[in-house]
């Protein structure tokens, strides 16, 4: 189970840096411009994330059976409406400060997304107007959406993109995701679980460096797995940087969620404090 769950985290690494080039992994060929669902070219990379998907989603099967918000922010939530679901079982509702509360009943968790993200979910909704917010004109804004557009909107529950100004200048886009596998067991009663899952990640993606692994409580007393990593990476703007992840680990109702933040290290004091805002006040549901 520790190698499925390496893997199944290396997927989730995978899935936030497809829109560069990795040491390590095979180069791919530039697609050609296809259309994006409003109709608006752009440069999309499908046909490698559905490769490089599949194969890592092989892997897991072999090794078990199948079964920036201003710095500044605010840390605690504002009380929030009762949310309906759709038919994704979740839902998202814009509140008065700017940010987004995302409750998933399916997984039986609620977070609030910090104001300056975008979040979608696969191609529901907000998805499809994302097209037409002026943010979309950059290409990577563009790959970065179309990079989820064939993943199972099952597991990636949600995706948060940062729009603020020149965060995305060097051609990578700052994201956070959230994934959720309900079939998975991942105990963070102690490290054990944690510890082989840390220690496989260079493996599994090769170029990855671990920082750090730590075992933690947030502000509602959930017990939280946390990793951090950097991973030297070239955009398809032709810009070296380095990519830094920070990979929090939650036992939910049924299985484990998986929420990942992606920047660049030169952003990363800038995004952190937004993002651990949030893991701060993750509700988990019985």
């Avoid at 940010?99 to 909704?125: C, H, K, M």
């Avoid at 943010?135 to 199972?152: C, G, K, T």
């Avoid at 990476?233 to 990519?243: P, S």
Wanted: charged share 15%; with cysteine; net charge negative.
């Amino acid at each position: 189970m520790n190698t499925r769950r390496a893997l199944l985290a290396a997927l989730i690494l995978l899935t936030t840096i497809l829109a560069c080039a990795v040491p390590g992994l095979p180069a791919a060929s530039p697609p050609a411009p296809i259309a994006s669902p409003l109709g608006t070219p752009d440069t999309r990379l499908d046909i490698m994330v559905a490769e490089t998907v599949s194969a890592a989603l092989a892997q897991t099967q072999q090794a078990v059976p199948t079964p920036t918000l201003p710095p500044t922010a605010t840390l605690e939530p504002t009380a929030s409406p009762t949310p309906e679901a759709d038919t994704s079982g979740s839902a998202l509702t814009e509140m008065e400060d700017g940010s987004t509360l995302f409750s998933d009943f399916n997984a039986g968790y609620e977070v609030n997304v910090p104001a300056g993200w975008l979040a979608v979910r696969i191609n529901q909704q907000e998805y499809l107007d994302a097209w037409l917010l002026s943010e979309f004109s950059n290409p990577a804004m563009q790959r970065s959406l179309s990079s989820i557009e064939n993943l199972n909107p099952n597991e990636l529950r949600l995706y948060a993109v940062d729009l603020q100004a020149d965060h995305a200048r060097t051609g990578f886009v700052t994201n956070i995701n959230f994934i959720w596998y309900e079939q998975d067991d991942m105990s963070l009663e102690d490290d054990t679980d944690l510890l082989a899952v840390s220690a496989a990640l260079p493996d599994a993606l090769p170029g990855l460096e671990l920082l750090t692994t730590e075992l933690s409580t947030n502000a509602n007393g959930l017990p939280i797995g946390i990793n951090t990593s950097r991973t030297p990476a070239t955009t398809l703007d032709g810009v070296n940087i380095v990519i830094f992840q920070k990979q929090v680990f939650i036992k939910v109702r049924a299985g484990t969620l998986t929420i990942t933040l992606s920047t660049t290290e030169e952003l990363k004091d800038t995004i952190l404090p937004a993002f651990d805002a949030m893991i701060e006040f993750i509700k988990v549901s019985d």
